[in-house]
């Protein structure tokens, strides 16, 4: 953000449709927030006036898409955990604080990042429709707004392999979360749980292993 996202990705990707003409969750995602801001740069507090009550998801997933990419993770872990949080606390619409709501995304950057997913998680797209159900009901907002926290705490702290796997379940998430679908939430539930639970045990050993070797020195 704030021209960080500059040159982040390659260009933008061609085919990005499905069988039916309609673009894929994210690349429409991305046309669309690119669409009701014709300027060159977007700012996090523009989007989330702009989205309402889909503000949040829409965030999430478009912070959470860098993650993917080596070395970018940490840099979104605090607005996602802002974010995060104020979900799990119960609220309909993002509060943004002004250091954050000012952070802005070059438009053609946004553009680019529809092509920083994985092989896996277009995969995934094909699958995403609305169906409403148990997750998709606001005590399913507040679950979905603490697993996003956790999985931010994965980001910002350091740890090898620790910020994949928590990331794209919470991207399946998000994807659920913004398209309304139950089963495509539970699906992030489930790999989001896991990809926490691989990290932190990544991250208790390396504290352990870092404990350890203090005790040895001294």
């Known amino acids: 953000m704030d021209g960080n996202m500059e040159g982040l990705t390659g260009q933008v990707p061609h085919g990005t449709s499905d069988e039916d003409g309609h673009g894929a969750p994210i690349s429409r995602i991305v046309a669309e927030v690119a669409a ?3 300027g060159e740069r977007i700012s996090l507090g523009e989007m989330a006036e702009a989205f309402g009550d889909r503000a949040f998801g829409l965030l999430i997933l478009l912070l959470l ?16 955990l802002i974010l995060g949080v104020q979900m799990g606390l119960g609220r309909r619409t993002p509060k943004l604080p002004g250091f954050i709501a000012k952070q802005s995304i070059k438009r053609a950057d946004l553009l680019r990042l529809s092509g920083a997913s994985s092989k896996w998680l277009k995969r995934v797209e ?14 399913g907002d507040k679950l979905f707004g603490w697993l996003t926290a956790y999985v931010a705490l994965m980001l910002i702290l350091p740890g090898p392999g620790t ?3 928590p990331a794209f379940g919470n991207l399946v998430m998000a994807l659920g979360l913004v398209e309304n679908d139950n089963r495509t939430l539970a699906w992030g539930v489930g790999l989001t749980v896991a990809g926490c639970a691989f990290a932190t045990a990544v991250l208790v050993v390396l504290g352990w292993l870092g404990f350890a070797a203090l005790g040895m020195l001294f």
């Open 65 to 80: 898409l860098p993650s993917l990419l080596p070395g970018m993770a940490s840099v979104f872990g605090t607005p996602v």
């Open 126 to 139: 094909q699958y995403v429709k609305p169906r409403p159900g148990w997750f998709t009901t606001p005590a």
């Open 36 to 38: 009701r801001f014709p």
């Open 163 to 165: 910020n994949g796997p």
